[in-house]
């Protein structure tokens, strides 16, 4: 997929979200943002944006992998280096460095070592956290807040290799499957409409795009419009009448 805009793309997602985000950490709350009004703020859309691209480039990855053991393996291996160096030198070389508490203190502190468990492992929510670290600052012990969206990117890993054994993504003719996983999803798992279930209609709405893209026939087509039904349909009654009709389709 060379020549084309996804470097740029990222650029601008990656400029919306510092953007976003320098308010509520130089300001204390993300009100200050001029822009705030909007339906989504810059930050937020530059998110979406992330999820969208996601979902072509890694259905293209899951697609081209040999297994998916060894989509997997490639995918932990892009994420899991640069995070455990990320977590690692802020635990133990800035936090000790800044911290309000003594060393022996900020060592002991179990608070300390969730924070790279968890974090590390992405099995749950993120812990942005650390014993005595920024409590002066205007956003008060925010420390690598960004990182809560990486556990639902790497979910969205999980149910692309779950669909792609499923419904023969390598072979598949139609995105239906993707949907289903989408509705099975939201039924099991959030049993409400959210921000994340927003995340999971995007990256799959980048894999539909992808899907289409190596082949358009009348049933692909379909699972397209399916798919940017459900993503105007966020928010509103609409949205699990959708999910069924893109599971049964």
Excluded at 151 to 178: C, D, H, N, T
Excluded at 218 to 242: D, K, N, Q, R, Y
Aim: include cysteine; glycine fraction near 8%.
């Amino acid at each position: 997929m060379r020549g084309n805009s996804f470097g740029a793309l990222r650029l601008l997602a990656s400029l919306s979200v510092i953007y976003t985000h320098s308010f509520p950490l130089a300001l204390g709350a993300a009100f200050h943002e001029p822009l705030i009004g909007l339906p989504f703020s810059l930050g937020t859309l530059g998110v979406f944006v992330f999820f969208v691209i996601s979902g072509i480039l890694v259905t293209k990855s899951f697609i081209q992998s040999r297994s998916v053991v060894h989509f997997l393996v490639y995918r932990a291996a892009r994420i899991f280096p640069a995070l455990v160096v990320c977590l690692v030198l802020c635990a133990l070389v800035m936090g000790p460095l800044v911290t309000r508490v003594s060393w022996s203190e900020y060592f002991t502190s179990s608070q300390l070592w969730t924070f790279l468990l968890r974090d590390i492992s992405l099995l749950g929510d993120v812990q942005t956290t650390l014993p005595g670290v920024f409590v002066d600052s205007p956003l008060p012990h925010a420390v690598n807040d960004p990182i809560w969206t990486l556990p639902w990117e790497i979910r969205a890993y999980m149910l692309l290799a779950i669909g792609g054994v499923l419904f023969s993504l390598k072979r598949f003719q139609a995105a239906g499957g993707v949907l289903f996983v989408l509705a099975a999803l939201n039924a099991v798992f959030l049993m409400e409409v959210s921000k994340p279930s927003l995340f999971f209609i995007l990256f799959f709405l980048g894999s539909t795009l992808f899907l289409l893209k190596l082949r358009t026939e009348p049933s692909m087509v379909l699972a397209g419009a399916l798919t940017l039904i459900i993503a105007i349909a966020h928010g509103t009654p609409c949205l699990m009448f959708c999910f069924v009709a893109g599971s049964l389709f």
